[in-house]
Nanobody, 122 residues
Framework: QVQLVDSGGGLVQPGGSLRLSCVTS????????IGWFRQAPGKEREGVSF????????SYADSVKGRFTISRDQEKNTIYLQMTNLKPEDTAIYYC???????????????WGQGTQVTVSS
């Protein structure tokens, strides 16, 4: 049974940092794409970052390049999203998800974590 459990959200001031975690089980991590998506109130879910394959192919949305870093600990079956220099517009519920290798559209991801709230505010 595929499961993803995401955590690590919270309230942080602008310029602050948070690290999100996604613990996965039930599938072979290197043969899937793991994505972090976010959804703000009244907005569509958007892809933030993706990591794929045994060589950890990585991509980021333009809005987070240079501020967010995705990484993987295969021994712990955990994907991390390190977020730095956070801005109020980063406020959203963040979800980790698993899909076929190379997927980037939310509709192609069939397994989702429960979501973790990130609020950036002074």
């Amino acid at each position: 049974q595929v499961q993803l459990v995401d955590s690590g959200g919270g309230l942080v001031q602008p310029g602050g940092s948070l690290r999100l975690s996604c613990v996965t089980s039930g599938f072979t991590l290197p043969y899937h794409t793991i994505g972090w998506f976010r959804q703000a109130p009244g907005k569509e879910r958007e892809g933030v970052s993706f990591i794929t394959g045994s060589k950890s192919e990585i991509s980021y949305a333009d809005s987070v390049k240079g501020r967010f870093t995705i990484s993987r600990d295969q021994e712990k079956n955990t994907i991390y999203l390190q977020m730095t220099n956070l801005k109020p517009e980063d406020t959203a519920i963040y979800y980790c998800s698993a899909g076929p290798a190379g997927a980037t559209m939310a509709v192609d991801f069939h397994f989702w974590g429960q979501g973790t709230q990130v609020t950036v505010s002074s």
